[in-house]
């Protein structure tokens, strides 16, 4: 299979477009849909593997470039996997990332008043490459660890800074990012899917 020279990243989230972008060789030209001003398209899949499928192919027959889609989430055992597929829909309609954290908090005290710990989670990504040939290719990375009873740091996006990976005691918004993005989620679902861009 031809190597990829060029590849538009399928979404509109800041945070994840400067991490998949971190990811890929230098050498490649990346696009975003912004470029192309193209909204993203609605998820209704029903699971990370879907929904990552669903953007992935409709970025790329709408620019006619190969298309990287990741969609991912936090899953979390005390709220029998919630917020998962709907980790970015949690923060409502501007997708706001404390709304999100602060309702996490919130449903875990329902279930129980001390939860500190009882807070096992995992981060899931799944990464999709889409060929303008209709072909396509996915991989998932999961990072195991553990939900964090205050926000902490401030650096990464999304719920980062509530999640504690196994091994470590800072959070991701805590951490430093070249050390996170070597342990993430992204990396690991990343690294089955390098040798069509390397």
Known sequence: MKKIKEII???NNDGKYREIRALLPKKIKKYTPKKFKIAEPK???KSFKENSFIKASYFSKKTKLVCLS???????DTLKGAPGIYSARWGGKKKNFNVAINKIFKEMKKIKKKWK???KARFICCLTIFWPNGKSYSSIGIVKGKISDKKKGKKGFGYDPIFIPNGYKKTFGEMNLKLKMSIDHRYKAYLKIKNFFN
């Open 43 to 45: 998820e209704n899949g």
């Open 9 to 11: 990243i399928g979404t």
């Open 70 to 76: 990741d969609d991912s989430g936090l899953e979390i």
């Open 117 to 119: 710990h009882k807070n």
